[in-house]
């Protein structure tokens, strides 16, 4: 089975065609360099994203912090995994990188804290 793709592994952005066979990628055409093959076989076999959301925060000027995963998870648990942080609230203060929720999905990725937030005075 053929795929096409476009890689993100550089800014040349190169269309590739990807060759699966029996679950694994036999071929890839069209890469530039070698960040191409990479990224073809791990987008056709294993895709994975970093997500970056927002959680709820009391006792801070704002409403919500943004946060990230610290490590890229599996796609098809992006929408588990955003589903889970509708549900947290965290307290005020919050440090940039602070950990908010560990090993989220066990995916092996935390849920970190991109900014800092001080309790509202």
């Known amino acids: 089975m053929n795929k096409e793709i ?3 592994g550089c800014p040349m952005g190169c269309p590739l065609t990807v060759t699966v066979e029996a679950g694994k990628v036999t071929n890839v055409t069209g ?3 070698r960040k191409g093959k990479e990224y073809a076989e791990a987008e056709c ?3 994975t994203r970093t997500v970056t959301t927002t959680v709820s925060i009391k006792n801070a000027m704002y409403a919500l912090i943004s946060v990230r995963t610290s490590k890229p998870i599996p796609k098809d648990k992006i929408g588990e995994c955003v589903r889970h942080l509708r549900r947290i609230e965290v307290e005020a203060p919050v440090t940039a990188g602070e950990v908010i929720v ?5 995916t092996g990725a935390d ?3 991109t900014k800092s937030l001080d309790l509202y005075q």
């Open 102 to 106: 560990k090993d989220i999905l066990q």
């Open 31 to 33: 890469d530039t360099c």
């Open 6 to 8: 476009i890689c993100i």
């Open 45 to 47: 076999i294993n895709p």
């Open 111 to 113: 849920i970190i804290a």
